[in-house]
């Protein structure tokens, strides 16, 4: 829990998050390619300076561009979203033959928007290959093409001087051994004598020919690894692979089982290099973290001809600066058509991106995130300069009397002026804690003018401190950290309620409280406050007691459900298809299945007294109950998502119960816990009970 003026919040804005150095998502793990922070840095740091990428979703789902029987509305899914037979599916193969296709325009398309890198879909989720592969027919080397789009697009983007990366997806609907079927299909191609292993020592040498056949590759983009049947212990050996074979490569987080919905990355101990947000900006970015929000230009990633629902060049222009000011990359897609023509669409914006990245590009490449929490004007880049710091102040409302106010900032300035005409200086000045910038009348751009402003050392942003702790309650004593943006910064404090003063303690290592305590807080910066107060409450509370239940014995009663929901039902109104015990809360031979409900109910062994975070993770719906009370709300249609709660308990037995369901595509189900101050892990099984 972090508090920012009295206001708890799930995530908070860290001014600065930019200068703490970014980590991989497999920081903390024991693998085979554990790295030094240089070593790593070195291998991140092309992509760190590139900022911006195209994304590129082509293959057999290119030729019935989108429409299906009438409906409009399908794209690189169409296979399952239309519920197509495989025999039928495997048709577009006869049919797949991109005449108009040009690797060496694609490549210089990708160059004038300014991007730096390409990815592409060397295989999608429905099986087909854009490369020649020894492993299997189903490539484009079988349609009437006959030309491996992968050599001749890697070939031209080095001409061209852009990185080349491959898409790659786990999930494969074509494969004989791949596991589990889509529901819809269970009939036509039964799942009998499927052999999973076998699909994945078939996916392991398809990701050896890619990272063997075609030079140097940028990033190993996987994907369509939430399906249950993928788990850790395949994950981590892939991303060992890709390692192995090219030490280099850099690995999203897809590779494993790391990443929980369309967020990003959660949890350090899966394997990967970066986390990837999908068609959203995180509202803080990932502190800490390398990360790219991946998007579509309209609604669809493959070819669709009906929608035309494309963004703005403004809209685009400015979520690319938006993601940069966050310490973020930007990958962008197109979905070429059937001739292998980027649509005209798709090409006006990226040329207009390019216009604006020609004269602005300085402000976006190898920069770090913004030091200001926030700015009513626009947003902030930063780079820095051997001891001192460019502010890259991206104006997208420009100011009507003319007059830029950079709120809070603490440094001496040096320079500034419009990056767009560098040889004309603005008198920048100092005043009450803000700088003020003269500009003109008229901005340079109308989506978004640069101002640049040089400052002396590292930036210095007034903020209020920010108060953390593990949660706002407290059994046994608590640990509260308070910090700032900036090291030049002091924190003074006081625990009675009072306002602090200079006089008041100064901030220098983690408070212990134990018992209710308001704590209050003020930045100060050479003796005199330069921030508001910050506020927050800690209460002690009184544990939930046990319950005093006889004849437990090890595991969770287990009732299961089939229908068709998009929230939980009511479980007391239906009845199950069967009961059983289970050993824990989670999915076992169900972890495929579709159109499933679970009610798992029993006691949960707690050792002592203290306050315990809950973190529920489902795909979809789930909710978790102890006692009388709903701890965490997981309800709804949606991917792999993580929410957690808080309470507190007392040591003994305690009823538990989680309630689940699943309807189609991923399925998977999952609860940790962790007393304060701990790191989250799975419940185990032998604290779980039920009555015998």
């Known amino acids: 829990m972090r508090i920012v003026g009295g206001i708890m919040l799930g995530l908070v804005v860290v001014a600065v998050v930019g200068l703490a150095p970014a980590r991989s998502v497999a920081d903390e793990q024991d693998n085979t390619f554990a790295e030094t922070k240089q070593q790593r840095d070195a291998r991140m740091a092309w992509w760190r300076e590139a900022r911006f990428g195209m994304f590129i979703h082509f293959g057999l789902y290119s030729n019935p561009a989108g429409e299906w029987k009438g409906n409009t509305n399908h794209a690189e899914w169409i296979r399952h ?30 160059k004038e928007a300014g991007m730096k890198y390409v990815v592409i879909t060397s295989k999608h989720h429905d099986g087909f290959c854009l490369f020649d592969s020894e492993y299997t027919d189903y490539d484009v080397m079988s349609a009437p093409f006959k030309r491996d789009i992968m050599k001749e697009l890697s070939d031209a983007c080095r001409r061209h001087g852009l990185k080349i990366c491959w898409y790659h997806s786990i999930m494969d609907w074509h494969h004989p051994d791949y596991l589990p079927r889509r529901g819809w299909e269970a009939q036509q191609r039964p799942a ?33 690894q939430w399906e249950g049947t993928w788990t850790h212990e395949y994950g981590q050996p892939l991303y060992d692979l890709c390692r192995g074979l090219q030490p280099n490569v850099i690995v999203n987080d897809r590779v494993d089982k790391g ?24 509202p803080t970015g990932l502190p800490g973290v390398d990360w790219e ?3 579509t230009m309209n609604r669809h990633w493959g070819y669709n001809r009906h929608d035309k629902d494309f963004k703005s060049n403004e809209d685009l222009i400015r979520k690319l600066v938006d993601i940069a000011s966050k310490n973020g990359n930007f990958l962008l897609n197109v979905g070429p058509t059937a001739e292998g023509l980027i649509p005209e669409e798709s090409v006006v914006r990226l040329r207009e991106m390019g216009r604006w990245m020609k004269v602005n590009g300085e402000s976006i490449y190898g920069t770090v995130a913004s030091p200001f929490p926030n700015l009513s004007w626009g947003r902030c880049t930063t780079k820095y300069v051997g001891d001192d710091t460019k502010l890259y102040l991206h104006v997208f409302e420009w100011p009507a009397d003319g007059k830029l106010v950079v709120p809070g900032l603490g440094n001496d300035t040096q320079r500034a002026y419009l990056l767009a005409q560098p040889q004309d200086a603005l008198a ?13 009348t008229r901005a340079p751009d109308e989506i ?33 950290k308070l910090s700032t943006t900036s090291d030049v910064l002091e924190i003074h404090y006081t625990l009675d309620g009072s306002e602090p003063t200079a006089d008041s303690p100064e901030y220098d290592r983690p408070l212990t409280v134990a018992d209710t305590t308001v704590i209050k807080a003020r930045s100060y910066h050479g003796g005199k406050p330069v921030s508001g107060v910050t506020e927050a409450k800690f209460t002690k509370v009184t544990p939930v007691p046990a319950t005093e239940v006889n004849g437990l014995v090890t595991g969770l009663n287990c009732e299961m459900f089939a229908g068709d929901w998009d929230e939980l039902p009511d479980f007391d109104a239906l009845q199950p298809s069967r009961t059983e015990t289970v050993a824990d809360i989670g999915l076992h031979a169900e972890r495929g299945a579709e159109y499933l409900g679970r009610r798992i109910s029993g006691y949960i062994m707690i050792p002592h007294d203290d306050v315990y975070t809950f973190a ?32 507190a308990l007392a040591a003994g037995a305690h009823p538990i119960k989680v309630e689940y369901f699943n309807k189609t595509g991923g399925a998977s189900l999952n609860l940790k816990l962790a007393p304060t101050g701990r790191a989250l892990e799975p419940v185990r099984a032998s604290a779980l009970k039920h009555q015998k």
């Open 192 to 224: 009998a004598g499927a052999d999973f292993d076998g699909f994945v020592e078939h996916l392991r040498n398809q990701v050896t020919e890619l990272l063997t056949n075609y030079g140097e590759i940028g990033v190993m983009w996987f994907d369509g």
């Open 259 to 282: 990443r929980k919905g369309h967020s990003g990355v959660v949890g350090s101990e899966y394997a990967g290099d970066f986390g990837t947000p999908e068609q959203h900006i995180p």
């Open 81 to 110: 979203t239309a519920r197509i037979p495989i025999e039928e599916y495997d048709k577009f193969v006869e049919q797949f033959n991109p005449v108009k296709f040009d690797a060496d325009a694609w490549a210089q398309l990708a």
């Open 616 to 647: 529920l993770t489902s795909d979809d719906g789930s909710r978790l109950t102890i006692g009388n009370t709903v701890v965490v709300d997981n309800d709804g249609l949606h991917g792999t998502q993580e929410k957690r709660g808080v309470i």
């Open 293 to 295: 929000t991946c998007m």
């Open 428 to 440: 920048a000045k100092r005043s009450e804690g803000d700088v003020r910038i003269p500009v003109p």
């Open 448 to 480: 978004c003018s640069v101002v640049v402003l040089e400052i002396a050392g590292r930036p210095v942003v007034y903020q209020l401190p920010v108060i953390e702790a593990a949660a706002d309650i407290l059994v046994r004593p608590l640990e509260i």
